[in-house]
């Protein structure tokens, strides 16, 4: 037989209404009630139904996290936001569509059918504008790290032209003139670093040189693919044919390939070649301790994206959808 929730009103000597209050964290309890309410849960193994209480409150408690790539950055954004939205009694789902747009189309689908509260959308590419069919008006929606264009949300990104833009800077002050730029999955937020490297370079007036620009298909690969990737081959190509003197590498998984042909070739940081890199991932000052990095606030992001998405579910912000820009940290080694 069932344990219902008045089985476990009786046993803890409360209201049914202290119950679900305690278990779904909508009103503060006493702690003493709340610890009898939760021993009485235990004692009896009552397990809340999630789709009955859908179905009752309209509610999942369910936000989506769905992310073109789930890599460190992702992964680290989406502890913070779990640390703010379980707080509120919301559960964050991770979902990878792995750099394929049907893959993502058929993840928000999903969530959208399972009565999703919220959404938060890191996309494949800046063209959303399917979103408005799957998604519509169904659920609140917030994005990151990628600009949706054709779908206006609200949606929060690093200051990747300025991040860039220091970060080459460091190189040129340096001495250096033949930078090279090793970027991944050409999208606006790459773009936006290429923007800020190329105005770096032509604010000293140094002629720009297109052949020193590379964009590789990286995002989707496994780490260990990465080592002898495209990025290992374009460092092996810059280094040997194109004589370049300094590496900018537009963010964590492009530095990869670029590192371990480096490491390959036993070519000393910075006294052999120098680099930037726009993430300061966390093993990078770990195994090469002089690479400057381009750091991006993934705390601040996620708990912008966080407070921003809840405001939206409890119609609290009746503001005009808006861009919000995290500044990045240049850290100098």
Known sequence: MSVSIKDVAQLANVSTSTVSHVINKTRNV???????????????????NPIARTLRSGNSKLIGYIVAHLSTFFLDIGLKMEE??????YQLIYLNSNEDKE?????????VMHNIDGLIIAPV?????????????????????RKPFGYQRDCVMSTNFQGAFE?????????HKRIGFVGSHFDITMNERFEGFRSAITKKRI?????????????NRPFKELKYGECYEVAKDFIENKKVDAFFCGNDI?????????????????????IVCFDDTVWLPLTYQSICAVDQDWSKIGYTVSNKLLDRINNTNEEPYSEIRIPTKLIIR
């Open 30 to 48: 006493n702690p003493e009630t709340r610890e009898k309410v939760q021993i009485a849960i235990d004692k009896l193994n009552y397990n809340v």
């Open 84 to 89: 703010i939205l379980q707080k509120e009694g």
């Open 103 to 111: 893959k993502e189309k058929e993840n928000i689908k999903s969530l």
């Open 125 to 145: 590419d800046s063209d959303c504008s399917y979103m408005n069919q799957i998604i519509g008006n169904k659920c609140p929606s917030v994005f990151l790290d």
């Open 167 to 175: 970060g080459t800077k460091v190189l040129l002050e340096r001495g």
């Open 207 to 219: 002629p720009f040189n297109e052949d020193l620009v590379k964009f590789c298909n990286s995002h």
């Open 254 to 274: 492009t530095s990869i390939g670029v590192l371990h042909y480096l490491k390959e070739k036993g070519l000393r940081i910075p006294e052999d070649i120098d």
